[in-house]
């Protein structure tokens, strides 16, 4: 499966944005699929992660409450909806797929989208 990620920008504090990740090929809905992100000098981390199903998904403690996750497998498309934004939410982030039921471990994704800023001012 090939991922394409879009939607990043820059947004004050407080603000929103709703990152999108399209994939190719007709598998879209076999895959798990989550988000990350790698902000400068920090190694890329975990942010939400969502099961094949569509309904089940799960987060990183900090971004708990304030990001959700969405997929719609008839359009081959994954969402990540941003609220609260914080500066520390600054980084590139990157939509993944894995064939494991539910992981937030980065060796467990297989396919990677090529990444979309986020930058987040005070």
């Known amino acids: 499966v090939q991922l394409q990620a879009s939607g990043g920008g820059l947004v004050q504090a407080g603000g929103s944005l709703r990152l999108t990740c399209v994939a190719s090929g007709r598998t879209f809905s076999t895959y798990g699929m989550g988000w990350f992100r790698q902000a400068p000098g920090k190694e890329r981390e975990f942010v939400a992660g969502?099961?094949?199903?569509?309904?089940?998904?799960y987060y990183a403690n900090s971004v708990k409450g304030r990001f959700t996750i969405s997929r719609d497998n008839a359009k081959n498309t994954l969402y990540l909806e941003m609220n609260s934004l914080k500066p520390e939410d600054t980084a590139v982030y990157y939509c993944?797929?894995?064939?494991?039921?539910?992981?937030?471990?980065?060796?467990?994704?297989?396919?990677w989208g090529q990444g979309t800023q986020v930058t987040v001012s005070s």
């Open positions: 969502i099961l094949r199903n569509a309904v089940n998904t």
């Open positions: 993944a797929a894995t064939r494991l039921f539910m992981t937030s471990q980065i060796n467990d994704y297989a396919y």
